[in-house]
C-alpha cells in the first residue's frame, strides 16, 4: 500500500520526517521535492523522534536492517 509522509529535506539532502512512521518491512521511496517553504514546530519534531526511539521494537528492526545493509555493501568491490 502506497502512502504520502510529509518530511523536510534540509539543503545538505538529510530528511527529517513530521511524524513518527511504523513499516512492517523495510520498504522503497520516492522523494518529490516542492517548491514551498516548510512550516513547522521543532518541539514536534523533537516529541516525534523522541517517541519513535523509544519503541524498542522498531529500534530493534531499524538496526537489523542497518547490520543487514552494511553486511550488503561489505561486499561490494569499491
Known amino acids: 500500500m502506497s502512502q ?3 518530511a523536510v529535506i534540509d ?3 538529510a530528511v527529517r520526517l513530521l511524524k513518527p512512521v511504523h513499516l512492517s518491512h523495510p520498504s ?3 522523494v518529490t521535492i516542492l517548491e514551498d ?3 513547522w514546530d521543532d518541539a514536534d519534531f523533537e516529541a516525534a523522534y523522541k517517541a519513535m526511539a523509544e519503541d524498542k521494537e522498531r529500534e530493534s528492526q531499524a538496526l537489523e536492517l542497518s ?3 552494511i553486511g550488503d555493501t561489505s561486499d561490494e568491490k569499491r
Do not use: M, S
Open 37 to 39: 517553504q516548510p512550516v
Open 67 to 69: 547490520e543487514a545493509t
Open 11 to 13: 539543503e545538505n539532502g
Open 28 to 30: 522503497r521511496a520516492l
Open 4 to 6: 504520502t509522509i510529509d
